[in-house]
């Protein structure tokens, strides 16, 4: 059985366990980076506001994208704390809001959004999807 026990962009140490012992064993792995793909998108939602939405999007690609929200076209200024006013980015890529329609000084969540994951191999960007809050005017 071979467990990694360091891991790097190209090379990979290994322990080789066996009934007998160890043998440790260092080498040269190819690994294959690959852009970036969306594999869930965005879809439209309409909810009340004060009320919590998900926005989801997952992606594949290597090494793991990193996942960028844009409201209307612009970079999504999102949040690490409590999230309440900011949507926050979840581990897997979606955009949480806590509390839509909840900003302060009358800001609204509501618009256009897409996701754009991003890698050393490239970029892809999602189909756009559209946060409706109920009662307000479009």
Not at 56 to 64: A, E, F, T
Not at 98 to 106: D, F, H, M, Q, Y
Request: with cysteine.
């Amino acid at each position: 059985m071979l467990t990694p026990l360091k891991m790097s962009r190209r090379v990979r140490t290994c322990l080789l366990a066996a009934l007998f012992g160890s043998l440790l064993s260092g080498g040269r792995v190819r690994t294959e980076e690959t852009e970036p793909r969306i594999v869930h998108h965005p879809s439209d939602v309409v909810v009340k506001p004060g009320s919590p939405a998900t926005l989801s999007c997952r992606v594949d690609g290597s090494p793991k994208p990193t996942i960028e929200w844009l409201r209307n076209g612009q970079p999504l200024g999102t949040d690490k704390g409590d999230g309440r006013a900011v949507p926050m980015v979840l581990s897997e890529g979606s955009l949480f809001f806590l509390n839509v329609g909840g900003g302060r000084r009358g800001q609204t969540h509501e618009g256009v959004y897409a996701c754009v994951a991003t890698n050393s191999a490239g970029k892809a960007t999602s189909r756009n999807a559209s946060l409706y809050i109920a009662g307000e005017m479009v």
